[in-house]
């Protein structure tokens, strides 16, 4: 059987880490006021590099740990909503700071639920025998994208990236095992960032304000969507591949705030521990959050053979989407 | 009946006292919790009538839940 294999994960992360209380300052809200809020205490921003510069050094850690040439990537996929340009996409860009000249590169927008998605592309690309191996990318600098004046919002994000390489495998263990993707078209307008109108030469729309590019959230109907899918799409995946909740390792939740993920555990009658959680480092990342999360899972030699693991990320679209994995 | 209920649901999770609470009380200006706070409001709501609220940022006062709950 054809199988899409994790082979090799990696990041890069800015090292300038900003704790809750250098903003205190800023917005005069302390570390509990924050903590208490979003289960944060600090997050990585980036101050010299934009987001391919992340995504370069994701998968410069990825392929070194990889043992492979950048001459053997048959395909770069990057999911990003915080890109360096509307074109060229941020694959191009990882293209050719590692000097991949033999990959296809595409880039894939779904905001935070952007790895998931990416990997179902991904796995694809390898079943139909079109690539041998993606080295995916997820890549974000939110920090760029967020009123740093607007306390209910800039104290949740940070910046990062990391990348995973998948490979094809014909076996019959480990890698994805199964997913299920969804999108909420209808409450598109509940989650938004970056708005371009239509502005030319040739109609009367004003100047956008910069205001009009931050991100801005609907709190209440953004948690509302959040724990219910991330709670249904969990069980119907496990349902899907015909195992229990139980039989799960972890769970790796998109990181976007402790609240919501506490509130899903007691939904699923899941202990928590079960949840691999670093939001308390790295705030919400967006569509890094997961994968840097695999990594650091990874490097700590948490991952064994056999493992099932439940990923599963949700956001702006809106939509959702999980995932199982079987580690090799 | 519904209006009493969620009453105390509002109360147990707000330092508001139940009887400052009316249907005209506006769940976003005059609770003073944040989104989440009023998320776990809402969701003891559909626990409590067995419902499922789709769209909560349509929800303006208390008299839209009860309106919910009585549906």
Redesign the interface.
Same mark, same amino acid.
């Given at each position: 059987m054809i199988r899409s294999v994790i082979t090799a994960t990696g990041a890069g992360l800015p090292e300038r880490i900003v704790k809750n209380e250098e903003l205190f300052a800023m917005l005069g809200v302390d570390d509990a006021w924050i903590y208490k $809020?979003s289960g944060i205490h600090e997050r990585r921003i980036a101050v010299d590099e934009n987001t391919s510069g992340l995504a370069i050094r994701a998968a410069e850690d990825t392929l070194k740990k990889a043992g492979k040439t950048a001459e053997e990537i048959d395909m770069i996929l990057t999911s990003t909503c915080t890109p360096d340009y509307q074109t060229p996409n941020l694959a191009n860009q990882v293209q050719k700071g590692i000097g991949a000249k033999n990959a296809v590169c595409l880039s894939i927008s779904a905001a935070c639920s952007g790895f998931i998605f990416a990997m179902s592309v991904a796995d694809k690309y390898i079943k139909t025998g079109t690539v041998k191996n993606v080295l995916l990318v997820s890549a974000e600098i939110l920090s760029k994208a967020t009123d740093w004046s607007d306390k209910?919002t800039c104290i949740l994000f940070g910046d990062g990236a990391a990348a995973v390489l998948l490979e094809r495998r014909d076996t019959d263990k480990g890698g994805i095992l199964s997913e299920e993707l969804g999108s909420r078209g209808d409450k598109a307008e509940?989650l938004t960032h970056g708005y371009f109108p239509a502005a030319s030469a040739f109609n009367d729309t004003p100047p956008m304000e910069a205001k009009d590019n931050y991100i801005f959230m *609907?709190? !209440?109907?953004v948690? &509302?969507f959040a724990?219910k899918r991330l709670t249904a799409s969990i069980k119907a995946v496990a349902e899907k591949e015909g195992i229990a909740l139980d039989d799960i390792k972890y769970i790796v939740p998109h990181q976007a705030?402790s $609240?919501i993920i506490d509130?899903v555990a007691k939904k699923l009658e899941q202990p928590i521990e079960k949840f691999y959680l670093n939001l308390e480092r790295f705030g919400n990342t967006s569509s890094a959050s997961i994968p840097i999360a695999l990594n650091e899972m990874n490097e700590k030699g948490l991952l064994s053979a056999g493992d099932r693991i439940m990923l599963s990320g949700f956001g702006g679209g809106l939509a959702w989407g999980t995932m199982l994995i079987e580690w090799v | 009946m519904a209006f009493e209920t969620i009453q105390d649901i509002i109360a147990n999770r707000t330092d508001i006292d139940r009887d400052d609470i009316t249907s005209d009380t506006d769940l976003r200006k005059d609770l003073g919790v *944040? &989104? !989440?706070d !009023?998320?776990q409001i809402?969701?003891d709501v559909e626990d409590e009538f067995g419902i499922d609220?789709d &769209?909560?940022?349509d !929800?303006r006062t208390v008299q839209d839940l009860v309106d919910l709950a009585e549906a």
């Open positions: $809020r209910g509940v *609907d709190g !209440l109907e948690f &509302s724990t705030n $609240r509130f | *944040d &989104s !989440l !009023l998320f809402m969701t609220i &769209s909560p940022g !929800l």
